[in-house]
């Protein structure tokens, strides 16, 4: 390393314009500005390296301030630039400002990009390795902003004593678009992981790192330089933004970093010995920017409202405490091993001298001790020896270790050499256990970060996946219960099909039994219609014979007459010319006259006595008609003399009743009367001497007896005359009743009857309406049937004249040929033989006839049937087709319920195994905690680092727990 050379911080204010809330409220703008260096606040001056007034632009503050850094890092200077200041003060402003904005674009853009066109214009010789890393400190914990997964990690000192965030990612860039892309990774993972990206901002101070390595090919010198480029948290103490949800414990933690960033700063101020670096992690990084080896600007943010009057002034302060920090800046130069060869020869050169001079003073203590003394020229001289010792060290390029506390400078603290050697070895070997100590715990809050994150992972996974069983839960008791809906259908259908079946089988017997209604129905149709015939033959025959009869009758009268006239002739002609014959005539005559005076006698008696018959028939039938009457009548009187009868028995028994009971009060009336005598004789026989008084009394006593039954007597009297008065009444009444019970009784039979004779009618009418309609149907069958019989018949009747021709001619032939030749026998048997045949088939055919006839008369019962089976199978085929439908469609339903369901655990599974596979590449660079020593030229660089990218994937958060997930899972 180069020698150092002590340089001042640097400290530069900016003031921001007012802000739109401030001018809407009014506030005044109170920084005054005197020169380039110059701000009064309230009449003090505060002075700075630069001040910048509000209306400086991003390029101007760019060009004044960074662009040397730039140069400075290249050549191999480490730098930092840091943004101080009170929240909304232009901190952030002033660093990023709008990172893809030309005009708007703060420092570090402007530095990314100026960086790279530096190296574009240097040596080609050169070759660089730039690598970036990203990270904020948040409640004193730094989190890695280009890995989220990195959200502890600690600080370590490398061989020259130099604190750097241990395991942090550093990403190797090679053009301007990279870097930028890593800062605008860091910024998204930053926003991600708060939920008030504002308020979180303002309570972290963000850390962009760049670092530097070039090597010049030819001479192999090598050169590092750091660049931090520092967005501070928000100067004003956390209670004065009024730091909400915060725990106190936080607030203090809040403020902790930034405290001890002054008292740090103080302290270098003050040039005490003692610097708290590590207070707080921040102070610890920034150790080499704070008084050590960088050239470091500090940016002072104010605001000009006199609202932040206090505020400003204080970061004014503070700015000004920290422009009086030296540091002793040098170079980072790697030596090359001539470099390394020629320091070890000047080393070893002033090992020689020192080693003279050592023996050159013990030889001089010696001499001292043996009392010698020793002249002042022969004296060690001190002088010549430092000026030795000073003009070796110069020439040799000593390495500069990192200004740690001397314990020598301790205040209080007075140490030998050795002491001195010893407690120092001591220290840093605590301070190596402390930074292992913090390393481990580092390791383990990581450790238990992961867990936690892996834990929320599971329970995330447990829920969702007992949501998704609740919900495949549901859909399978859905499922079920369509089942069981769907079996009850079907069953409700099969039962349906039997009752159908049932109903079928039950409608065919009913057919069955129509049809046998039917054919006895036209049975009898044919025995009444033969029945008829036949009583028509016969009435036709009466009619016959009566028309005969009475011909004969006429006939008869006509001859008798003619006779009669023939005689009257005769005897009035013959009167004279057979006077003889005369004689004979008169007997004849007179014979016939008595003959037909006894015929017409008994005609005349006979005609009487059938007109008596029928009057008397009529008389009787009159008579049995009033006899039926009458002995309706007679039977109701019977029954209501019956009735009567009965309430009089009813009566008399209650007569009886009453009767004894009066008897019985008369027995009671004598008892008392019997024993009132008794007394009255007892008193006589005691009272003797009072007896004609006593006889007076017994008179008296005797009538009043006398007049008390003369009362009674005639009380019963009148009782019973009005019970038999009383009686009579009832049973007349109840006679009454009777009657009209009776009465009514009748008129209820004579209606029922009429009822069951019109019922008996209406049901007559229907059954011969029915008969005719049967009968009519019967008719047109038959008429059918007979058409078809007759054009049978005569068909059969033309085969049979054609068979018989052709047998006859045959028979001819056969004739004539028997005559050529002799006949054989067995052609006659063949004759016979076809004569059977031919007799046995008519005999069959005319039975087939007859069988055709039958089933002719069966076709349209059958044909009913048929139709009515075909509309049943019809009716239970659409039934049929409806139940099949109905299982099709929910069977479909089903089907489709299932592919759904699938379906919804399809992609589930899908993801998951996506991720997985997406999970597995692990690079080695960003294995959490393994430093990275990449040594690779510019064009390795660019093949190493692509994958590394941010397009490389798998720094998506949940992708990589995921596949955290999966492998334990594996
Ligand atoms: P801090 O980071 O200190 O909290 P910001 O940088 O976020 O504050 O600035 C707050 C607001 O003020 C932002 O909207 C920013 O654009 C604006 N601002 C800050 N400084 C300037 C400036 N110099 N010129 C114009 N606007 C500024
Ligand atoms: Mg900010």
Redesign the pocket.
Same mark, same amino acid.
């Given at each position: 390393m180069a020698d150092p050379a002590p340089t001042t911080i640097k400290v530069v204010c900016?003031?921001?314009?007012l802000?739109s809330s401030e001018l809407a409220r009014g506030d005044q703008y109170i920084p005054k500005f005197k020169g380039e260096d110059c701000v009064l606040m309230a009449g003090k001056p505060y002075y700075f390296d630069r001040v910048?007034q509000?209306?400086?632009t991003?390029v101007q503050?760019y060009n004044a301030v960074a662009q040397q850094i730039v140069k400075d890092v290249l050549e191999g200077y480490n730098g930092t630039i840091f943004?101080y200041?009170? /929240?909304?003060? =232009? !901190?952030?402003? /002033?660093?990023? =400002? !709008?990172l893809h904005d030309e005009d708007?674009m703060g420092i570090i853009p402007r530095i990314v990009q100026d960086i790279f066109n530096y190296i574009y214009s240097m040596d080609e010789n050169l070759e660089f390795h730039i690598k970036v890393s990203y990270f904020e400190i948040y409640l004193d914990k730094i989190r890695d902003l280009l890995d989220v997964t990195k959200t502890n990690l600690s600080v370590h000192e490398d061989k020259n004593r130099v604190p750097f965030v241990k395991g942090c990612t550093e990403r190797f860039v090679c053009s301007p678009q990279e870097v930028m892309d890593a800062i605008d990774e860091g910024k998204n993972n930053r926003s991600v992981a708060v939920t008030n990206m504002?308020e979180h901002?303002?309570r972290s101070h963000s850390i962009f790192l760049i670092n530097i390595k070039q090597e010049n090919t030819q001479t192999e010198q090598k050169l590092t330089g750091k660049l931090y480029l520092v967005?501070l948290a928000?100067s004003e103490k956390v209670g004065k933004t009024g730091a909400e949800g915060t725990v106190l414990d936080e607030a203090k933690m809040i403020n902790k970093s930034l405290s001890s960033l002054g008292i740090v700063i103080s302290a270098l101020a003050e040039g005490s010995s003692y610097i708290p670096y590590r207070d707080s992690k921040m102070t610890r990084i920034l150790q080499d920017s704070l008084g050590g080896n960088c050239r470091t600007t500090m940016v002072i943010?104010c605001s000009p409202s006199a609202y932040n009057d206090a505020e400003t002034k204080t970061t004014l302060q503070f700015g000004q405490r920290a422009k009086t920090i030296k540091n002793n800046v040098s170079l980072n130069v790697e030596l090359t091993a001539e470099q390394w060869k020629s320091k070890w020869e000047k080393e070893k050169e002033k090992n020689k001298t020192l080693k003279n001079t050592v023996t050159w003073l013990e030889t001089e203590l010696n001499r001292w001790r043996g009392g010698e003394s020793v002249p002042v020229d022969e004296q060690f001289d001190k002088e010549k020896a430092k000026a030795e010792v000073q003009a070796l060290d110069t020439a040799t390029n000593n390495d500069k270790t990192a200004p740690t506390p001397a314990l020598s400078t301790l205040p209080g603290v007075k140490l030998t050499d050795a002491e001195k050697g010893k407690c120092e070895a001591e220290m840093a070997k605590l301070y190596k256990q402390l930074d292992d100590k913090d390393e481990e715990i580092n390791q383990q809050s990581q450790l238990v970060e992961k867990l936690n994150e892996q834990m929320l992972d599971q329970e995330e996974l447990l829920a969702s996946s007992r949501r998704d069983h609740d919900t495949l839960q549901k859909e399978l008791n859905r499922l079920l219960a369509e089942n069981e809906a769907s079996k009850e259908e079907v069953k409700e259908v099969l039962q349906a099909l039997e009752e159908l079946a049932v109903n079928y089988d039950q409608k065919s017997q009913e057919v069955e039994i129509k049809s046998q209604e039917f054919e006895a129905l036209s049975e009898e149709l044919n025995e009444k219609s033969s029945s008829l015939a036949s009583i028509d033959s016969e009435l036709q025959k009466l009619k016959e014979m009566t028309i005969h009869q009475k011909k004969r009758f006429t006939e008869m009268m006509s001859s008798l007459l003619k006779d009669l006239a023939e005689i009257g002739i005769a005897v009035g002609s013959n009167d004279i010319k057979q006077q003889e014959s005369t004689g004979l005539i008169d007997e004849e005559f007179t014979v016939a006259r008595l003959y037909i005076s006894k015929m017409k006698s008994e005609v005349k008696t006979m005609v009487k006595r059938s007109k008596l018959l029928e009057s008397s028939k009529a008389e009787n039938t009159q008579k049995m008609e009033e006899t039926e009457s009458e002995l309706t009548a007679c039977q109701l009187r019977i029954s209501q003399y019956e009735a009567k009868i009965k309430s009089l028995t009813d009566c008399l028994q209650n007569v009886e009743q009453k009767k004894r009971q009066l008897e019985e009060n008369v027995d009671c009336l004598n008892e008392e009367i019997v024993r009132i005598r008794a007394q009255e004789k007892v008193n006589t026989m005691e009272k003797e001497n009072e007896i004609q008084s006593a006889n007076e009394v017994k008179d008296a006593v005797e009538k009043q007896i006398q007049s008390h039954r003369e009362a009674h007597q005639r009380q019963i009297g009148n009782l019973r005359d009005e019970l038999d008065t009383k009686e009579k009444l009832i049973t007349e009444l109840q006679d009454l009743n009777q009657k009209v019970m009776l009465e009514q009784e009748r008129l209820r039979v004579e209606h029922e009857k009429l009822k069951a004779a019109d019922q008996d009618k209406s049901r007559q009418i229907l059954d011969l309406t029915a008969l005719q309609d049967r009968q009519e149907q019967a008719r047109q069958d038959l008429k059918g049937l007979e058409e078809t019989v007759a054009r049978e018949l005569q068909t059969l009747h033309n085969l049979r004249r054609l068979f018989v021709q052709d047998l006859s001619s045959r028979v001819k032939k056969n004739a004539q040929m028997d005559e050529e030749s002799e006949v054989s026998a067995a052609q006659k048997r063949k004759i016979s033989f076809l004569e059977n045949n031919l007799e046995q088939l008519t005999k069959v055919h005319k039975q087939l006839v007859r069988d055709n006839a039958d089933l002719r008369c069966e076709i349209p019962k059958m044909e009913k049937r048929l139709r009515a089976t075909a509309e049943r199978v019809k009716a239970l085929e659409t039934a049929l087709k409806e139940a099949k439908e109905n299982a099709a469609r929910d069977r479909k339903q089903y089907q489709q319920e299932m592919e759904r369901i699938k379906d919804a655990n399809k992609p589930k599974n899908m993801g998951r195994r996506a991720s997985a596979v997406i999970a597995k590449p692990i690079r080695p660079g960003q294995l959490p905690g393994a430093p990275i020593n990449f040594s690779v030229n510019r064009s390795n660089l660019i093949e190493n680092n692509q994958p590394a990218g941010i397009k490389g994937g798998g720094n998506n958060r949940l992708e990589k727990n995921r596949s955290c997930l999966m492998i334990t899972q594996l």
């Open positions: 900016r003031f921001r314009p802000n910048f509000s209306n400086t991003q503050f943004a200041g009170q /929240t909304s003060s =232009g !901190k952030t402003h /002033t660093m990023e =400002g !709008k708007m504002n901002s303002s967005d928000g943010c």
